[in-house]
DNA sequence: ACTACAGTTGAACAATAATTCAACTGTTTG
DNA sequence: CAAACAGTTGAATTATTGTTCAACTGTAGT
């Protein structure tokens, strides 16, 4: 006879071997909604052409042409992921003339990069 | 006349407009290889259900039957996720009768996703 | 007003990745 | 040794995402 503790609890395709560790973490996890937006965020940096765009950024403030020429890639493709940099606050851009000149916007770009890269370096 | 000075440095669709900030942005941008490791890094934290189980793993060391009772997730999603983690050294496991244990292997761990969800949480 | 250039945008295409499904390994128990 | 269960694995499917391409906007110069 089964335990009929937690009959519709927990959906899934096993028997719960530790009920106790289970509640015990379940009551302790970030909010669903929260891990989602944070998986988003990581996602940000998880491409090395933004990568390159924001370390280069963090140097100096450029505009698309530069950056395209200093990665080597077609201006709609340094856009493209501005867009997304943008829409996720990373950097922020202002109008000069023809130019738009692009700028990290965010004081945790710094922070998150290097430590991720003493994550890699070791 | 164009300037001949980078004529094969920077292929690109566009006229690059300032040569000295490229160049020395250039001269401190990281490796190629060192970024592309570091998107790598990053991808791992970048999905919602990996996150899940290293938040639950840095809790208490947990088997998949629990992990996948707590997510409400089949065993075999689980399991995949769980074999990215141990290939980038994020979880380790043990072996304990019919049961695999897994828990946080690295260190950084912790660091990386209290740093990013203090970046998100605000 | 016309041309040239910086940059943006949306659709199409190609590549990557997460989940499901079914078959499999390994361990314990009767 | 046979049955039951924990977990793994590979292939198939589905979803997501990065880049290209072509057309477009906006600004400067003539």
Do not use: W
């Not at 709609?76 to 606050?89: D, E, M, P």
């Not at 202002?94 to 945790?108: P, Q």
């Amino acid at each position: 006879m089964a335990s009929k503790k937690n009959e519709d609890m927990y959906r899934c395709d096993c028997n719960v071997i530790h009920e106790e560790v289970i509640e015990k973490v379940g009551e302790h996890m970030p909010e669903d909604d929260t891990l989602m937006d944070l998986a988003d965020a990581f996602k940000v940096f998880s491409d090395s052409t933004r990568l390159k765009i924001l370390c280069a950024l963090l140097q100096e403030e450029m505009c698309v042409c530069d950056i395209s020429s200093l990665l080597g890639m077609s201006k709609s493709a340094v856009s493209h992921q501005l867009r997304t940099l943008k829409q996720t606050n990373l950097v922020k851009n202002r109008r000069s003339g023809k130019e738009v000149y692009y700028s990290i916007a965010d004081k945790h770009v710094e922070t998150i990069i290097n430590n991720g890269m003493e994550h890699v370096l070791e």
